[in-house]
């Protein structure tokens, strides 16, 4: 079948590595993770993230500050009297070799040639008086009526290139004939706009112009609207350029432009479209300025240019902002950046689009009822492996435990063999395995294994543990910056429960002035919370309450705080604060300590802090319920939460053997 000839498969190459890998997402979801923990929104964090970049990745930021530098660039490099320079220095040769031609001259009459130097010696100081003193003189060098002419026909070729990019060099030594073709164009064009401005112009009047004069417009609008956007940009810019100019630039400027190809009716032209584009875009900005400072003069087609080049710099840094409600990536504008800054930039830009596309259509981050972008499970569940994987790296170093592939079951095997099930961790019975693929499909090659053929090896079974972590959410962890290792150690301990430890039940508890039952996802997102009060009591009254619903399994209550108790709850309900702690508070809470060891609760504190009271009042805790009290540097939180949960299954449940299967030398069992 042949292949449309309209339809192709290639497009124009973008730049960057063609055999790069799609986006990796594990750097910014960790980023994000982390700022979420922090109290940020997830659309926040997202945000941030774009915009610092990662390792190897140029962000938002980086981006604009190079928009910034460029503008600068421009600004301090030029000036805009390059025209008037080029003007005056033409005029000078004139003036010159009109000089030199009448001291040469024997055969000239004297009074002639007196009145003609008069003439030349009386010029006016301004370039533009000049000039157009200079009109009507009879040169008698050929030399310098050259250097004149050449005056009039840079002023037109000027003109034109301020509102048609490229006709300067486009019309350099143009003919009589090139010069009325572009008198006929702009007619034309300004039937056209007036046409259009009216409401009566067709497709056909359109396509008729570009056929007559579509030479003069390389970019090749396709339609009205493409060449009146173009158009307006343009003369837009060349009027904020006049008003960058200094008042005396902008008179001599005017004065000159009348001598342009020697025709006022080139300026009738000019200012007639430039009405009729103002009129149909007025949203351009057609009164803005610039301060130049540099020493490098623009012409006015030059000039122009720089002050669309500042115009679209812009534009680029209000798209990098992102600043206005509904932005996205996707508003950046690569091809700008890339003619702007490189293809380089554009890369980058491109990059952090895919970045951002894939975080939200990939399933990492969903928008509520309340419509606020929120962590999903899915992104959760990969920031805990993040986690997990931090702490495997602390558990190891720490203990100078090195990798391992050995296989740690989580109880001996029975010997007999099951079906896989949804959720198991058992190892493969490999032989039994392929043993129902070949049988399935008739010693058929090569062998194709189903879900259906996998069997595990059966294990023994364990204890069940009832964990509950109670974490401190006192103003003091997130005044002293515990607050987001705390969250980071509750999400990599659910992780580690969820996924390796199904058959145990975690409750996440937060005590404050308050103690209050949260889900994993609750937690992470929670606010720091100024209000004092460490309301253990209420913490370890829910904790007994989550073990007594559990009658079967080990009790395991895990304590995350930086202070001593100093509130607790009364029997109307009402929350009772003192500070310093009072002996009632004391008591409440030991009272329920005693209760979860009644239960058979293994206990373990974590202090956060070098407090020597709250280490002698934790210390005495822990021993009073024969448990252990732990004081772990912020960044080994995580491990020793986990590394005590660990050793709570049990002998043989040492994290080595724990986490073998999960964590060797090629990452993460899932």
Known sequence: MTRPK???????????????????????????????????SPEHAMREFLRRGGADQAGLDDLARRVAERRREILQRHDLDGTLREVRELLDQAVLAERGQLARDITMDDADRTLREMTLDNLPSSTAAAVSELSSYDWQSSEAREAYEQIKDLLGRELLDQRFAGMKQA??????????????????????LEKHARGEDTDQDFAEFMDKHGDFFPEAPQDIDELLDSLAQRAAAAQRMLSSMTPEQRQELMELSQQAFGSPQLMEQLARMDA????????????????FDGDQGLGLGDGTGALQDLAQLDALADQLAQSHHGARLDDVDLDALSRQLGDEAAVAARTLQELERALRDSGYLKRGSDGELRLS????????????????????GRSGARETRTTGLAGEPSGSTRRWEFGDTDPWDVPRTIGNAVLRDGGARPVRIQVDDIEVVETEA????????????????AMDGRWVPMKRTALALHQLIRSRFRGDDLQLIAFGRHAQVMEIEELTALDAR???????????LLANRFFRKHPNAQPVLLVVTDGEPTAHLEADGEVWFSYPPHPLTIAHSVRELDAAARLGAQV???RLGDDPGLARF????????????????????GAAVVGSYLGSRGPGSSYREQFGDWYGGRGFWV
Do not use: C
Request: charged share 30%; hydrophobic share 40%.
């Open 6 to 40: 309209d339809r192709s498969r290639f497009h124009r190459y973008e730049g960057g590595d063609p055999l790069a890998p799609p986006v990796d997402l594990a750097e910014a979801l960790d980023q994000i993770g982390q700022d979420v923990m922090a109290g940020y």
């Open 171 to 192: 019309m350099e030594g143009a003919t009589d004939e090139d010069r009325e073709a572009v008198s006929e164009m702009l007619s034309d064009l300004n039937d056209l």
């Open 276 to 291: 009729n584009l103002q009129a149909l875009r007025p949203g351009e900005d057609w009164s803005g300025s610039e301060s």
């Open 377 to 396: 499970p899915k992104a959760m569940r990969q920031l805990g492996k993040a986690l997990l994987r931090d702490v495997a790296d602390r558990m190891s």
């Open 462 to 477: 364990r204890t069940q543990a009832a964990v509950v972590l109670l974490v401190d959410t006192s103003f003091s962890m």
């Open 530 to 540: 100024w209000a004092k009060g460490t309301n253990l009591h209420h913490g370890l």
């Open 604 to 606: 373990t504190f974590f």
């Open 618 to 637: 934790i210390d005495s805790m822990a021993r009073r319920v024969d448990g252990r009290m732990v004081s772990p540097e912020l960044d080994d939180l």
